[in-house]
Structures are given as C-alpha cells and as structure tokens.
C-alpha cells in the first residue's frame, strides 16, 4: 500500500531549504527518508530541532507538536531531566555487549509500575519486542498460529504485516472470515499462514475462530486500543472477554502496549482497563524518544530465557536507552506528569468539541486524553473496518491544513494526536485556533466541489 503524500499548502510555509534537501535525500534515500511513514512526497518535512511540546524544520518553521514522534515523547522534545542523566551515564561508554545497572534498574521500575509483570528483557524497538515476545509466546504453548486484530499494527517484522492498513477494506475480506492480507510485498506465504486475523470488537468471531483452531493457538496479539485507528476504544467487557477466551483455550494473552505503556497509566492499558496479560511489549513512551524497548511478563513464560528460546541483541539495553528508560520511568512514577498530560488533553478535547457542537458537525473523540482521534461520525466506530465510513477524507484535510498554520498532528486519519507533559494552554490555543481556521477552509473547499 502506498502511503498518501498530504498535500501542504507550501505558500504559507517556507519551503525551499527543504524542497532542496528531498532532492538531495532522494538520491541516496528511497523517497527522501528511513521510514515509508514519513516520505511525503516533495512536502516531506526535514526537522532541525525540538524543544518541549514545539518542534522546527530546516526552513525555520515552527509548530505545536501533535505527533511526539508516533508517541515516545511523553515529556517533551529535548527535556532538561533526561538528557542530562542520559549524557551523564554516556560519557561511561555506550555499548559493552554486557549488563549493566541502568539496565536492571529499568526492568525493576517496568515492573513496579505495571504491577503485574515479574520479569522483562529490553530490546532496541517496539519491533524486536513484539517479535521476541511472540516468539516466546510460541515456546510456552508448543504451538504456532496467533491472533490479530485488522488494523492494528505491531511493528514491521513478517509476522506482524498481516491486515495492517488498507485503505479499501473490502480487501479484508468476510467478516466472519477474514482474509490473510499481507501489506507489502515480501512476505512469505507460509508465515502469513500462522497469523489469523480477526475483526476488533467482536467477540463472537473470536469465539468461533478458537472453536475451529484453538489447539494450534499460541496467542492473542492485541493493542488494548486499536492504535492506529486514532485510539478507538475497546467495548465494554471485550477485553475481559478475550482474556476469558484465552485462559479457557490455554493460549497466551499478548498486550502490546508500545504505544499505550506508560502512558494510560504508569501501569500502562493493563492498569487503565483492570485486564491483566500473560505478557506485554513496551516502547515509545518509556524512554521519552531514545529507541528503548522491552518485553515482560509473568516468570514462568518470561523463564525459558535464556535457555529454551533465542533472544539477544547487541544494541539491546545500550547505556544510551538504559539510562532515558530509567530517567523516563522514575518521572513518570515520582512526578504528576500522566495527570497533567491527562488534564491538557482534556483541555484540548473540550475545546475542539464545543467548535464542533456549535458548527453542527457530527463527531466523537476516541482513545484517551493523552492520545486521542477527532472522527467525523454520529457514532464511534467499534473496528477498523467501521473506520471507513467515518468522515476521514475531512479529517485527513483539516490536518494538512493545520500543518501549514503551525501545528502538526499526522496528515492521516488513522493516526491519533499525541500529548506531552510540555504542551501548555498556549499550545492548546494555538492548535484550536489552527483546528477551527483549517475547519472552516476545509468546508468552504467542500461547497466549491
């Protein structure tokens, strides 16, 4: 699937140190960038610096933040705390290939917070910490197939590219039934086989799929919210339910909390909606943008470590990410940073609703206050495939249009707005400002066609 290229109104930004360095980029990066996310095109934007909740691209524009990075910068871009502590600890050396203490100390402070996990390992991605932790998901159980949910994304290794992000769902395939859909092409067919899609929100299709396979399933992979259909929550009693499922078919209940961990709750999802995993991979928020990872869980899976099941990594538990997630966590155990976070987002929320409400234009906000979706719809959708028939193509345009008045969430409907602890009510002013200016162009575009 190609990923759409937002079209900025570049007249109201300045363009031209960027426009030359995606003609410089492209010559030895395919589309310009490392990641098909952020290549958009001759509108690909170039950064040169963050500070707290605002960033600024090579050309010196600035904006209010909305992305943080898809979710790791909880605290703010370039925060005093943790990159003071973190250049502390580097200056020691970086990477030995051996343990060292901020390593243990940020195990013991994820399984502080969460509560429930008793041992974790860390990892450079939230790839790696899904990979490893299917994987091990497979050695406890002795069996193979694993659960998805459409839509929800997972990382980029071959077992997680399966009915990711389609824009046609129709290519999803029956409902009952749903199609191994492969997103991209190098996927071999045989992995494809291990995964079983099924729809979000449905626990009747769940139940089928478990009567039908249920002996040759490993786990249920599961966001806590459909995180990459702007947060859309998970029904009341369905993630109980799944938990249900699994203990009753003695397969492993798999939270990946890289996008809600440390972020909900310092207990991340699990502590949010009182649902406890059998194991869980975290990321993003725990190390406040340095690339900190890691999968945890309950001892007698996380115990096949280091005997039964390969994991290693040279660059895992590195000085550099060690040292964020301990500085990272410690705030967010010690401090009121996840209340304020909740409080802004809130803020944001009340204010962008009641524009909304008074302009008579249907919509609900999904996720939660610190990563939270605007849908166009008279009611939230329950799945990805509900998703669709929500007024995205709106969305997608007032987003683009918010880009060019200073603020920047993702030029994408599926993707939530994220906050940070640094966003204050001047950044909420601003980014409302630029919401309701970006609305009324994106109406008045509407009665022109």
Wanted: proline share 4%; charged share 25%; with cysteine.
């Amino acid at each position: 699937m190609a990923i759409t290229e937002p079209a900025i109104a570049a007249t109201q930004l300045r363009r031209e140190k960027q426009r030359e360095l995606y003609r410089r980029a492209t010559r030895s990066l395919p589309g310009g960038t490392n990641s098909n996310f952020r290549a958009w095109g001759e509108d690909t934007i170039y950064i040169d610096r963050g500070k707290g909740g605002r960033i600024w691209d090579v050309d010196g524009n600035e904006f209010i933040d909305l992305r943080m990075g898809y979710g790791p910068v909880i605290l703010g871009h370039a925060d005093d705390r943790v990159d003071d502590y973190v250049n502390e600890q580097m200056r020691k050396g970086v990477s030995f290939s051996l343990t060292s203490e901020q390593e243990v100390r940020c195990v013991e402070l994820i399984c502080e917070l969460t509560g429930w996990v008793d041992m974790a390992r860390m990892t450079v991605s939230g790839t790696e910490a899904t990979m490893h932790a299917m994987r091990l998901a497979r050695a406890f159980t002795g069996r193979e197939k694993i659960v998805k949910f459409e839509g929800q994304y997972h990382g980029v290794h071959d077992y997680a590219l399966i009915s990711v992000l389609p824009d046609d769902v129709s290519t999803l395939g029956d409902r009952t039934n749903p199609t191994r859909l492969a997103w991209g092409r190098g996927i071999p067919e045989a992995i494809a086989k291990t995964i079983i899609p099924a729809p979000y929100n449905d626990l009747d299709v769940l139940r089928a799929i478990f009567e039908r396979e249920g002996e040759s399933i490993a786990a249920v992979i599961i966001e806590p919210v459909l995180g990459n259909a702007q947060g859309i929550l998970p029904s009341p009693g369905f993630l109980a339910g799944v938990r249900a499922i699994t203990q009753e078919f003695g397969s492993v209940l798999f939270f990946d909390e890289v996008k809600t961990g440390f972020r909900f709750a310092r207990g991340g999802a699990a502590e949010f909606f009182g649902v406890t995993p059998d194991i869980a991979s975290y990321a993003k928020a725990m190390g406040n943008g340095y690339p900190a990872a890691a999968f945890g869980g309950k001892r007698e899976i996380m115990s096949l470590l280091p005997d039964s099941v390969s994991h290693g990594g040279t660059y895992a538990g590195n000085r550099i990410a060690a040292a964020a997630a301990v500085a990272t966590l410690t705030i967010l155990k010690d401090t009121d940073a996840l209340e304020h976070i909740r409080a802004t987002g809130e803020s944001m929320q009340s204010r962008i609703g009641e524009l909304l409400t008074r302009r008579g234009i249907a919509h609900v906000f999904t996720g939660h206050p610190s990563m939270f979706g605007i849908m166009f719809a008279e009611q939230s959708p329950t799945d990805y495939r509900g998703w669709a028939d929500t007024d995205h193509a709106l969305y997608d345009a007032i987003a683009v249009g918010m880009i060019a008045r200073g603020a920047m969430p993702e030029p994408d409907s599926r993707e939530p707005w994220f906050i940070c602890e640094a966003h204050n009510e001047a950044d909420v002013d601003r980014v409302c400002a630029s919401f309701e200016e970006s609305l009324n162009v994106a109406l008045e575009e509407r009665t022109k066609t």
